[in-house]
């Protein structure tokens, strides 16, 4: 069954260091999001991407967060000079159209640690 | 604006017990989309079931239901005869946006629910 990955599934760096995380959505999808959770908090949206675009962004993805599509298969979230409270799970997600009756299928979550 | 209320922190039953899951959630437009997820304690988030806002229509799906009334804009989740396995953290989550394509969930703060033998 196609699923979502991610890596690396841990990640620590330090205050002020650029980070990537990768994703690689399934293979026939069109849409891709990025969520973040802070431990012990709820899921929040950061970003959805379309065709080769951001098509959405939350006020917590302000300049210090990109997005990518470098080539067919990864989607790539960028953090430019992280701070402390970047420290959370963030999840990849892809869909297969813009009919919200496709559900967004998650990755497992890549932990960012930042010390 | 858009909100999902799970006013349960956590819930902790026997195992066979039956537990009910609340979602209240907040809404302007008219087309939306309800959605839970389980996040187990490995940490992923699993699909349980969407629901349009056209289709109040209760769902079952072994032991899962699914409650939507639209009346009391609510969209709760009731597990029949727990199991431990069922030990997660459920989220109840929206997705509006005629205009954006309904491509950002919010979600809910989550209830713990804890299975005991």
């Known amino acids: 069954e196609p699923e979502v990955t991610q890596t690396p599934s841990h990640q620590v760096t330090q205050m002020g260091q650029e980070v990537i995380l990768r994703c690689v959505p399934i293979?026939?999808?069109?849409?891709f999001y990025w969520y973040r959770q802070i431990l012990g908090q709820k899921v929040e949206f950061l970003v959805s991407?379309?065709?080769?675009?951001?098509?959405?962004k939350s006020e917590i993805f302000d300049d210090q967060f990109s997005v990518e599509r470098p080539d067919g298969s990864n989607f790539t979230l960028k953090i430019r000079s992280t701070k402390l409270e970047d420290s959370a799970m963030y999840f990849c997600?892809?869909?297969?159209?813009?009919?919200?009756?496709?559900?967004?299928?998650f990755g497992p979550g890549t932990r960012l640690t930042v010390l | 604006a858009q909100k999902v209320t799970q006013a349960q922190t956590e819930i902790s039953v026997v195992e066979k017990e039956d537990v009910t899951l609340d979602c209240v959630y907040e809404?302007?437009?008219?087309?939306?989309?309800l959605f839970w997820y389980k996040q187990p304690p490995s940490g992923e988030l699993v699909f349980l079931i969407r629901?349009?806002?056209?289709?109040?229509q209760n769902e079952i799906s072994g032991r899962y239901s699914w409650n939507f009334q639209k009346s009391t804009s609510s969209f709760n989740f009731t597990i029949t005869a727990s199991q431990v396995v069922d030990s997660a953290v459920y989220f109840c989550?929206?997705?509006?946006?005629?205009?954006?394509?309904?491509?950002?969930?919010?979600f809910g703060t989550g209830t713990r629910l804890l299975v005991s033998p």
């Open positions: 991407f379309y065709n080769n675009e951001i098509s959405e």
């Open positions: 293979s026939n999808h069109l849409y």
């Open positions: 809404t302007r437009d008219t087309t939306y989309y």
């Open positions: 629901r349009n806002s056209f289709d109040e």
């Open positions: 989550a929206l997705s509006e946006g005629v205009n954006t394509g309904f491509q950002k969930l919010v």
């Open positions: 997600a892809s869909s297969g159209n813009r009919d919200p009756y496709n559900e967004q299928f």
